[in-house]
């Protein structure tokens, strides 16, 4: 049994299933700063990481011009034309 956390409210916890991994990943994938501090050091062992475990994976970097408001529309439509995941990091 796996347990995933959630940073939301969890007075009512919510059942998630995890989709099931085929252990490989293609295509591009996109690393999101949200622009918190230290967010670009935990992105900076990510894309090492994923570079090292999956190399023929293309990954990109994005960053938001400030993590208090959403995501600007012209940034997210392009990481949705550009990308076939997204992982977005954010850390203090």
């Known amino acids: 049994m796996t347990t995933i956390l959630d940073p939301t409210d969890e007075r009512v916890p919510v059942e998630r299933q995890i989709t099931a991994r085929t252990g490989d990943i ?6 999101l700063d949200i622009h918190k501090p230290r967010g670009n050091i935990l992105l ?36 949705r034309s550009e990308c076939d995941y997204l992982v977005e990091a954010l850390a203090d």
């Open 26 to 31: 293609s295509g591009i994938v996109g690393l």
């Open 44 to 79: 900076d062992e990510l894309e090492l990481l994923l570079a090292t475990r999956y190399p023929k994976v293309e990954l990109r970097r994005y960053t938001k011009p400030t993590f208090a408001k959403p995501c600007p529309s012209d940034l997210r439509l392009q990481i």
